[in-house]
Structure formats: structure tokens, C-alpha cells
């Protein structure tokens, strides 16, 4: 293993230090490292509060700020940051208008936010869910959440810029949620520093099709195929899951893992938005990057999300974020 680290147990902290320090414009660093918030809170504002397991980067801290997210939890890597985190941002971001937990279908995830929830008042949440690859999986009951929580949060971030009210954000997630699908495929393994060496082993010809976030198992081990027919493959089941609703405008977001160029996700952009134009499907906004990652694992994901005018709006609004930023 080669990474960039002094400890094994120091690298969330030192990252995180190093994180603040470089958004020190936008960004405050919380107590004993347990959230991310943003340094300047707006009064009578719903907060916006999200988390997990580090290793994913830039998500979640990555997106606090301006239009977005008003406090991120991380965990450990590829664990649940606890319950008392959650709390503790909670109090520090709640300007009295209540706040709204967006928490990805992991079980530590949806049981630490849920039990921070139940010790605070005026919380509600939305349960991101959007991965078809797989029905339940190591760490879920029921679909994972996955890259299109990168979608709810940047559009139920900007509505409450606008000052919407908590209930009416609530169910504006939970719509831009039904209305996401997504899907991924790894080249090659991610390695947790703690573990010293890749959490799979897969070989140089192979493909993990439908790979989870963490490196969980997806629907098969396969050999290694063009990059349009996996994109191919990817949008079939993106498409089948979402049935009728698959006609009109969209946003397509490809979304690196961590160790894949962007030479090679505009390639794999391309492939998609050519297959989905040809089923119905227009794309009115896209996305490409590496934003929802698995530390250094090659390969990427393939995010579709079916919009109205009302979306799209809330999609182009201004955003001020450390990995996101437009219109301002």
C-alpha cells in the first residue's frame, strides 16, 4: 500500500484539518472534529444536515456551503459517524426553522441519524435509495444509496436557500429520490488505509458489475467490456427500473470512484447520453467528476434523474460549495 498518511489513525483528523484550512472562507471545522458547517449560518433557514463514512470525498463536506448543505458528520472510513456528531451539528447549525437529514440507505447510517433525530427536536429526513444494481446488500436492508444523493442534496439545498419550509423540503427530496436511478461498475478495488490492502481482489481482465460505494459485491463478476456496452448494460437497467417515467428531460451525472481520469468519464458521459437520446430520454443538465467516490478504486457510476421545470430550477440555482460551484 502507498498512500499519503503519517498514522493510520490520524488521517481523517489531519484531512480534515487540512479540508477547513483550505475553505476557511466558506467552512468552520466542529468540536473534536465530529461535523463540518458552514462558517456563516443564515437565520430562519431550514439546515440542511448529511454524513457517513469518510473515503468518499468530496461527499459530504465537500458539499456544504452556499445552496447546499449547512453541516456534514464523517465517519470514520467507510464507517457511520455516531449519533452524538450528528447531535452535536445539529445544535450548532439549527436557526430555528428545523433541520432535515439526508442519510443514504446504509444501515449504521439510517440507525446513527435516526436515534440523533429521535434527541432533537423540529427533525425530519429523507432516505436516499437510488442504486438498482442490487435489492439488499453487506451494509443495507433494501437499495443503497448511492451518487444521486449528490442530486437531493444540491436541489433540497437550494430550495431552502429559498426559505422553503421543512415539510415542504422533506417532500422535495423524497421526489428528486423517486425520481433518481443509478448504477456503477469497478475496474479495480479501493484500499482502506486501516486494512493495508485492497478490499477485493479482482483480476486485470475483470469487471465488478453493479459495485457498491464501499467495494460490496454488485450483480456479477465479468470480463472487462467496451465502454458502451457497459454503458449499455448500466442505462438498460436504469431505464427498466424507472419504466414509464423514462421519457423527457433528465439529468445525466457519470461519477468517478476515485482512480479513474476524466479523459475517461467524458468517454463513458458520451456513451451514456448517446444510448439514453436514443430511448427517449433528453439531457437537459449533466454532471461529470469524480464526487461520490471510494478512495482510490477505478471505475464509475452512471446516475440518471428525471426532471420537472421545478427541479431543473432548483438544479441551476446559485451554489457555493467546495466541490460545487455555479451562478454566483
Known sequence: MKKFMNAVDTVLTESLDGFVAAHADILALGDEHKFVRRRTLRPGKVALISGGGSGHE????????HGMLDAACPGQVF?????????????????????LFIVKNYEGDVMNFDMAAEMSDGVLRVVTNDD???????????RRGVAGTL????????AAEHGLALPVLKALGERVNAATRS????????????????????????????????GEPGRRRDTLKSADAIAEEICASILGDLGDKA?????????????????ELYLMYNSARRILEKRGVTIVRSLVGSYVTSLDMAGCSITLTMLDDEMTGWWDAPVHTAALRWGM
Open 58 to 65: 468530496p461527499l459530504h463536506a465537500g458539499f456544504v456551503g
Open 79 to 99: 464507517t457511520s459517524p455516531t449519533p452524538d456528531q450528528m447531535l452535536a451539528a445539529t445544535q450548532a447549525v439549527d436557526s430555528g426553522a428545523g433541520c
Open 132 to 142: 438498482v444494481a442490487v435489492e439488499n446488500s453487506s451494509y443495507t436492508t433494501g
Open 151 to 158: 442530486v437531493v442534496e444540491k436541489i433540497v439545498g437550494a
Open 183 to 214: 448504477m456503477g461498475v469497478a475496474l479495480t478495488s479501493g484500499t482502506v488505509p486501516a486494512a493495508g490492502k485492497p478490499t477485493f481482489d479482482i483480476g486485470d481482465g475483470e469487471m465488478e458489475f453493479g459495485v457498491g460505494i464501499h
Open 247 to 263: 421519457k423527457g428531460p433528465a439529468l445525466l451525472f457519470v461519477n468517478g470512484f476515485g482512480g479513474t481520469p476524466l479523459m
